[in-house]
């Protein structure tokens, strides 16, 4: 049962039918169908280190990047690869090719949600950043024990939107409508010059942005959030379509699978790391995968529940 200082503040969606997808950005996205989510309620932020705290404390749950594997039954990984730990963006000295992820990426043993540098750091001052370094196991048992669940990817992308369908943004299609940032995206060149959004270089507190439509903070930008949906090479599945190319262009969340079982899940929303030259994922119909047993250091999530 969860704790009565937990502070999740709910926002009732009504659903409906909508437009999902998108047939002007990446290839995952398309096409671009009608969809139609039942009413919910929806987190107004995602969970932040505090909460996800609370959780811990009132449970003890011990997340996945926290646990070492057994040399038995991965025979083939080395000691350090074996060892508990998660990726950590680390910025580069200059210009690298965009091809190659493991330029920015780095594998932290020892880092996990409340040392998110790994060894020797700390959440001081990211009481109210959302929580990283979960991975999709961690969040569904926080989402369990809060009483609610995670969204699926038409939940996300509704909710996203807000009263702005068919607009490439929450806020419109401009990404500073009058030069005001609407989301914590990097802004600089990517990835070895950040000049920060709002001044972060990372994740915010949530609240920070301006809220979209429906009230919601941070749906866009900040950290990726983890959906309950099954990651799809696009959505062919759901519209009868053989003609869309099915490359992404991009690796905007690398995989760090530990386990051959582990089966990717869709993440939503983009992070702090999405660059235009680099990712333009900071949109509602954006969508990137993520196998289930891994972490890094932008990928947080929300929860949901029925009505």
Not at 285 to 290: C, N, Y
């Amino acid at each position: 049962m969860q704790s009565s200082n937990l502070d999740i503040r709910w926002v009732r969606l009504e659903g409906g039918p909508f437009s999902m997808g998108s047939n002007d950005f990446y290839p995952e996205e398309r096409p671009r169908h009608q969809r139609t989510v039942a009413p919910f309620e929806i987190a107004e932020t995602p969970i932040t280190n505090r909460q996800f705290s609370t959780f811990v404390h009132e449970t003890g749950h011990v997340t996945i990047a926290e646990l070492s594997l057994s040399e038995t039954d991965y025979p083939t990984l080395s000691a350090e690869q074996r060892a508990a730990g998660s990726l950590v963006f680390t910025p580069t000295a200059g210009p690298v090719n965009l091809q190659d992820w493991r330029q920015w990426w780095r594998w932290q043993p020892g880092a996990y949600w409340q040392a998110p540098q790994g060894p020797g750091s700390n959440l001081k001052g990211l009481e109210d950043h959302p929580v990283v370094h979960v991975a999709y196991e961690d969040a569904v048992a926080f989402a369990t024990w809060a009483g609610a669940r995670l969204l699926t990817e038409p939940e996300h992308e509704f909710a996203s939107q807000g009263a702005t369908e068919g607009s490439s943004y929450p806020w419109g299609n401009e990404r500073d409508p009058d030069g005001v940032i609407q989301a914590n995206t990097w802004r600089g060149k990517f990835p070895y010059d950040n000049q920060g959004s709002l001044g972060w270089k990372g994740t915010s507190p949530v609240r920070t942005f301006p809220a979209n439509s429906f009230g919601l903070f941070d749906c866009i930008g900040n950290v990726w959030e983890w959906t309950s949906t099954e990651y799809t090479a696009d959505h062919r599945h759901i519209v009868a379509d053989t003609t869309q190319e099915t490359t992404a262009s991009c690796q905007c969340s690398p995989q760090n699978q530990r386990s051959p079982a582990a089966k990717p899940k869709v993440l939503k929303g983009g992070s702090h790391l999405c660059a235009p030259e680099y990712c333009h994922r900071y949109r509602p119909a954006a969508r990137t995968s993520q196998t289930t047993d891994s972490s890094s250091s932008h990928i947080g999530f929300r929860i949901a529940r029925d009505v």
